[in-house]
């Protein structure tokens, strides 16, 4: 399958999940789900696996065992391009529209020490503020979850503190309903993009290398 945008039917089905997120509504509407959301998904990532590698477009189902809320069904579909432990590309469709990102979510006690010893590191912490300020620039939000003091083994008063508190570092992009989303355009739109958050996912990388 050529990937030629998300119908506006993918939004549309995530509109009308997030008011009735049944197994009833999933079961009446998941031909829509496979060929209006799945279907160009995957397309889209099949066309960029030659220059990011393979993604792993996630399973529509959501992890109920230990969560309060119940409802069986995620209402984005996402996918992932996974480089380094923890760290990669994202590419989403919700009924909020498309949006983008990159970085590191969900580290490990382990891979989180490595990352906040390059953030320390005097080097390699100015490179990434460098990174994070150019993307910024470039039109990205950086985020993503972050301590509310300093972690243990660091001055509060250190430098790069707000660097440091971070447990996960992302930069994204939010397309929302543009109209481009629905068009070819949106492949050209995520490559570029992506090809901007490298030097993010690569920084990253290398501290967990």
């Known amino acids: 399958m050529e990937f030629s945008g998300f119908p506006v039917a993918a939004l549309d089905f995530y509109d009308d999940l997030e008011v009735d997120n049944t197994k009833s509504f999933w079961d009446a509407h998941r031909g829509v789900y496979d060929e209006q959301v799945r279907a160009p998904m995957v397309a889209l990532t099949d066309a960029l696996a030659q220059e990011f590698g393979d993604a792993k ?16 069904y995620k209402t984005h579909q996402g996918a992932f391009v996974g480089v380094a432990p923890s760290t990669g590309y994202y590419v989403e469709v919700s009924a909020a529209g498309v949006r983008v ?5 969900h580290a490990s006690g382990p891979e989180l020490a490595l990352i906040r010893e390059g953030m320390a590191e005097e080097e390699s912490g100015k490179r990434l503020e460098r990174i994070l300020r150019d993307l910024g620039r470039g039109g990205f939000d950086i985020g993503g979850d972050q301590l509310k003091t300093a972690p243990r083994g660091y001055d509060k008063h250190h430098p790069r503190i707000e660097l440091l508190r971070h447990k996960s570092l992302l930069g994204s992009k939010k397309y929302g309903f543009e109209p481009f989303v629905h068009t070819a355009e949106l492949l050209d739109r995520v490559r570029q993009d992506w090809r901007k958050l490298r030097p993010l996912v690569s920084w990253m990388s290398e501290q967990l290398d």
Do not use: E, L, N, Q
């Open 101 to 105: 990102g990159g970085g590191t979510y």
């Open 57 to 72: 477009v996630f399973r529509p189902y959501r992890d109920v065992r230990f969560a309060k809320d119940k409802t069986p």
